[in-house]
């Protein structure tokens, strides 16, 4: 198996698994004040959360830490509503006749956390929404304040742009605000402990937190700067003010984007030596994959998250080094980790990929093939096609779930006769790759 779709197996298989609701309502907002308090190791946590309801169902099920202690949930107006706690994190809650009836409504969740339970190496405490720190469901995009206050000698990270409050108890508190947001996370830790560079680019203050002694930290500086000029001039310019690279300190593997976060572990490089596999594909999710998101329950899926964005990272190599880099990169690395991993009679198509941490074939599907089809759907358009459809998909679904069938009707725009999208289609539901493409 090749160093890279070897890493990116295992990672997935580390990735988030989140059980999907059928409630009859979304979350449109958070409005959150965590307290961490030091000599109790306990988080303190009232989450605000504002509901959008699509039907009159009058109980519904959100997840929640099983570590949680909840103290009550109530309703805007301090009415007590009933909630109950059963298996799989699942916190389900009984609305009143009178918030039954709303088409809108604001529920107040107050519970602690034990501290030590979201602990990582150098004292930094990891709120990832895998670890299901605030109450949500799959499938929401929403608007965010958090407002966390920690002890003086301590910062803290986030989704969006923070506005830092000094206190007179030896505390201070940050505020983070996001807009259109999926995944909430936060980290809290002492500065001391973490080397941090910080520059103006194109812009856009870049903030980088390594843990000491990262050998490869002026590559990595280096690859996100390069490919964030490259998708801000070939896309549109970044739309916030930060963006914020952090090492987690922890022993296990990771290499996520999240909203104006890149994350990734120490154990990243131990499988992927070359910073080039893996920076320009993070940094090129803060276009498609988190101003532009994929129906996380929609089928292709994972081709729309993982595939174009890993399609726009050969693009890239394609911008730094010439067009006979993206036909090496066809070849020599996506075909060729293809072959060399998928066994015989183990290949899967495109459409039966459920989920990218199921195998090392549907992985491969994603990251290696799907790639391929796009570069092949790229030669039957024709570069100008090619270039104006994907800039045009980025502008109308910013800020919205983007689906296959969508990709599939922007096709159908500029390919009038229909002949790319045919193929396209063929290859979606075929298994394998023949044998006698030609890049």
């Known amino acids: 198996m090749s160093m890279m779709f070897r890493f990116i197996f295992i990672i997935l298989l580390t990735s988030e698994v989140v059980f999907a609701q059928s409630n009859g309502l979304k979350i449109t907002g958070y409005d959150i004040n965590f307290t961490l308090n030091l000599s109790s190791r306990k988080f303190f946590i009232d989450a605000q959360v504002t509901f959008q309801k699509k039907d009159s169902a009058d109980t519904f099920s959100l997840l929640l830490s099983h570590y949680a202690s909840i103290t009550n949930v109530k309703s805007i107006n301090n009415e007590i509503i009933p909630f109950n706690v059963s298996g799989n994190d699942t916190l389900s809650v009984s609305l009143p006749e009178k918030t039954e009836k709303s088409e809108k409504f604001t529920l107040l969740f107050s519970y602690v956390l034990p ?9 930094m405490f990891i709120m990832k929404r895998v670890f299901r720190w605030y109450p949500f469901q799959k499938g929401d995009i929403f608007n965010s304040t958090i407002r966390i206050t920690v002890p003086d000698n301590l910062i803290t990270l986030s989704n969006g742009t923070c506005e830092k409050k000094l206190r007179s108890n030896h505390t201070t508190t940050f505020v983070w605000k996001t807009t259109h947001e999926s995944d909430l996370a936060l980290f809290i830790f002492n500065p001391d402990s973490m080397e941090y560079k910080s520059e103006v680019f194109a812009g856009i203050r870049i903030n980088y937190y390594f843990v000491p002694g990262l050998k490869d930290e002026q590559k990595i500086i280096s690859l996100v700067k390069s490919s964030f000029s490259f998708y801000s001039n070939y896309l549109a310019r970044y739309q916030n003010d930060t963006y914020t690279v952090i090492e987690i300190p922890a022993n296990w593997f990771l290499g996520q984007s999240l909203h104006t976060l890149l994350l990734f572990t120490p154990k990243l490089l131990e499988y992927i030596p070359d910073p080039g596999a893996w920076v320009p594909h993070e940094v090129g999710h803060q276009w498609f994959g ?15 998250e993982e595939s174009i964005n890993e399609y726009l990272r050969a693009m890239y190599i394609e911008h730094l080094y010439g067009s006979d880099s993206l036909k090496h990169m066809m070849e020599d ?21 459920s989920s990218v941490n199921n195998s090392i074939e549907e992985a491969q599907c994603i990251y290696a093939k799907g790639p391929i089809v796009l570069h092949l759907l790229r030669k039957c358009m024709g570069n100008d096609h090619w270039n104006t459809m994907i800039k045009k998909i980025y502008k109308d679904f910013q800020n919205r779930f983007f689906t296959l069938d969508d990709f599939k009707n922007y096709i159908s725009k500029y390919d009038h006769e229909g002949h790319c999208l045919r193929v ?3 290859f979606l539901i075929i298994k394998g790759i023949p044998e006698n493409l030609t890049f």
């Not at 501290?115 to 004292?123: E, H, I, M, N, P």
């Not at 988190?290 to 729309?304: D, Y």
């Open 333 to 353: 690395f996506y075909l060729a980790n293809y072959k060399a991993n998928v066994k015989k009679g183990k290949d899967v198509s495109i459409m039966d990929v």
């Open 290 to 304: 988190n101003k532009v998101r994929a129906g996380e329950q929609a089928n292709g899926r994972w081709f729309v």
């Open 115 to 123: 501290a030590d339970s979201f602990l990582v190496d150098k004292g």
């Open 424 to 426: 396209f289609n063929t």
